[in-house]
């Protein structure tokens, strides 16, 4: 295995190694308790867009990286009808007992969300949330996400999306920037980009399907 050292370790450079190895430190999150990002609150850009002054109608949503169901529950309680999906099935299992437990309809599945075409997700979608999955998905599969997207938007569809900045992790391929958002999702326009509120580099993106 060729390796790069970083403060994170050992990194594979051979693209399906690297996809083994971001998916069992990502396991391991789950198999070690609630993971640091598992806040049980939605965030208030996502709550401003489906229930503030100008809120959008209430359609079809995909939450991509779902983990434990915080924002599909807050988006089927308002309304929306939500497919989730995340590569982690510990994961999906909590995000389905949250469900089960605010007695909502929500349709949890296991897989990775750049290879849709390889799961049970069609759409039309009027709405993708995305709360820090895509920013640490490895660079070669993210063409893949935006074409999975792409092909299951309605038109007009926002994809709002929360992202690290490059070089918050020292792993080589987390983070996102406007700039690469808008070169990858051909058919999109970038309407916002407002800075988080952390104490390192952080965006809320929202995208805007033409038509
Ligand atoms: C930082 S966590 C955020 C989870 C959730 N969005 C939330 O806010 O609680 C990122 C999530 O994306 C999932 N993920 C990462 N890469 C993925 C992929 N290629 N396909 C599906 N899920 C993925 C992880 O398992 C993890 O649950």
């Given at each position: 295995?060729?390796?790069?050292?970083?403060?994170?370790?050992?990194?594979?450079?051979?693209?399906?190694?690297?996809?083994?190895?971001?998916?069992?430190?990502?396991?391991?999150?789950?198999?070690?308790?609630?993971?640091?990002?598992?806040?049980?609150?939605a965030p208030p850009e996502l709550t401003a867009l489906v229930a503030g002054d100008a809120a959008l109608l209430p359609g079809?949503a995909?939450?991509?990286?779902?983990?434990?169901?915080?924002n599909?529950?807050y988006l089927?309680r308002n309304g929306w009808?939500?497919?989730?999906?995340?590569?982690?099935?510990?994961?999906?299992?909590?995000?389905?007992?949250?469900?089960?437990?605010?007695?909502?309809?929500?349709?949890?599945?296991?897989?990775?969300?750049?290879?849709?075409?390889?799961?049970?997700?069609?759409?039309?979608?009027?709405l993708?949330f995305?709360?820090?999955?895509?920013?640490?998905?490895?660079?070669?599969?993210?063409?893949?996400?935006?074409?999975?997207?792409?092909?299951?938007?309605?038109?007009?569809?926002r994809?709002l999306?929360?992202?690290?900045?490059?070089?918050?992790?020292?792993?080589?391929?987390?983070?996102?920037?406007?700039?690469?958002?808008?070169?990858?999702?051909?058919?999109?326009?970038?309407v916002d980009?407002t800075?988080?509120?952390?104490?390192?580099?952080?965006?809320w993106?929202t995208?805007?399907?033409?038509?």
């Amino acid at each position: 295995m060729t390796t790069r050292e970083t403060h994170h370790g050992d990194i594979p450079q051979d693209e399906s190694e690297l996809e083994e190895f971001v998916r069992d430190k990502l396991e391991q999150y789950y198999r070690d308790g609630k993971p640091p990002w598992d806040t049980d609150v939605a965030p208030p850009e996502l709550t401003a867009l489906v229930a503030g002054d100008a809120a959008l109608l209430p359609g079809r949503a995909l939450d991509l990286g779902c983990g434990t169901g915080t924002n599909s529950v807050y988006l089927a309680r308002n309304g929306w009808e939500v497919t989730g999906v995340d590569l982690i099935d510990r994961a999906i299992d909590q995000a389905r007992r949250k469900a089960d437990a605010a007695d909502l309809s929500i349709r949890f599945q296991p897989g990775d969300v750049t290879r849709l075409d390889s799961l049970d997700v069609s759409g039309p979608f009027d709405l993708f949330f995305d709360l820090s999955c895509y920013c640490g998905i490895p660079t070669h599969r993210r063409d893949a996400y935006a074409e999975g997207l792409t092909h299951r938007a309605a038109a007009g569809a926002r994809l709002l999306m929360f992202g690290y900045g490059p070089g918050v992790f020292d792993d080589g391929y987390t983070g996102v920037t406007a700039a690469e958002l808008t070169s990858r999702f051909g058919g999109w326009e970038l309407v916002d980009v407002t800075p988080g509120t952390n104490p390192f580099p952080t965006n809320w993106f929202t995208l805007r399907r033409d038509g």
